[in-house]
């Protein structure tokens, strides 16, 4: 049984370049969330996504940060000129559909993102 | 909105001794409560949830959890740790409604060092 997966699980890039961070949820789960894990601010959420739409973006920090999902499953995060303070991992969940009874969200590993 | 607060970043004990990492809370509605746990270079794992009913929560690999709605905590024990136990703990909360139940949000985390 596949659990989440992320790739790549580490990214170096140069400030100001764009980076795609890839999340293929498990099978079946059609929600998905990106979470930020940085030493200063700790963990938060970036965006949740039922099917493909994305009905609460509320914590992308800025409109450098961009996310889609295709086909109800493999979702990408971007990030367009990247800034040192983005450097952080990047986690990823899924979880069956939200609603009156709570779904556990099932994390993956993370992308460790290190902006030079 | 919700914010969790954990009130030791490192916890430091021998093996074989109990532990207890702490964890209030803030919230105008009511909360759902959990304790994760991440391993190095890992993602996170649930370790036990409150929804509702009895306060004492218990989890996997022996830790327990309580839930004391007057202090507006949610404290993780255990009551003998092992080396295998040192990770990094997060508590999380989030509203309990169904509309937004998915959102988490996150305490700074409390490592715990399990020393022989």
């Known amino acids: 049984g596949a659990g989440v997966s992320q790739s790549p699980s580490n990214k170096v890039t140069e400030k100001g370049k764009d980076v795609e961070l890839r999340c293929d949820p498990i099978s079946g789960h059609t929600a998905l969330y990106w979470y930020r894990q940085s030493l200063g601010q700790g963990l938060e959420f970036l965006i949740y996504?039922?099917?493909?739409?994305?009905?609460?973006k509320s914590g992308l920090p800025s409109d450098r940060f961009s996310a889609e999902r295709t086909g109800g499953s493999v979702s990408t995060l971007t990030i367009q000129r990247t800034q040192q303070e983005d450097s952080a991992v990047y986690l990823c969940a899924s979880s069956f559909q939200p609603g009156r009874i709570y779904n556990e969200q099932f994390f993956g590993p993370g992308t460790r993102l290190t902006v030079l | 909105a919700q914010s969790v607060t954990q009130l030791d970043s490192q916890v430091p004990v021998f093996e074989e001794a109990p532990v207890e990492l702490r964890c209030n809370y803030s919230?105008?509605?009511?909360?759902?409560l959990f304790w994760y746990v991440q391993y190095p270079n890992q993602g996170l794992q649930l370790l036990l949830k409150?929804?509702?009913?009895?306060?004492l929560v218990k989890g996997i690999n022996g830790f327990e959890a309580e839930f004391n709605k007057s202090q507006t905590s949610f404290h993780l024990r255990k009551p003998s740790v092992h080396i295998s136990d040192t990770a990094e703990y997060f508590c999380a909360v989030s509203a309990a409604r169904g509309g937004s139940n998915y959102k988490l949000t996150f305490g700074k985390g409390t490592l715990l060092t399990v020393n022989p």
């Open positions: 409150y929804l509702s009913g009895s306060t």
């Open positions: 919230s105008s509605v009511s909360v759902y």
């Open positions: 996504f039922q099917g493909n739409s994305a009905p609460d």
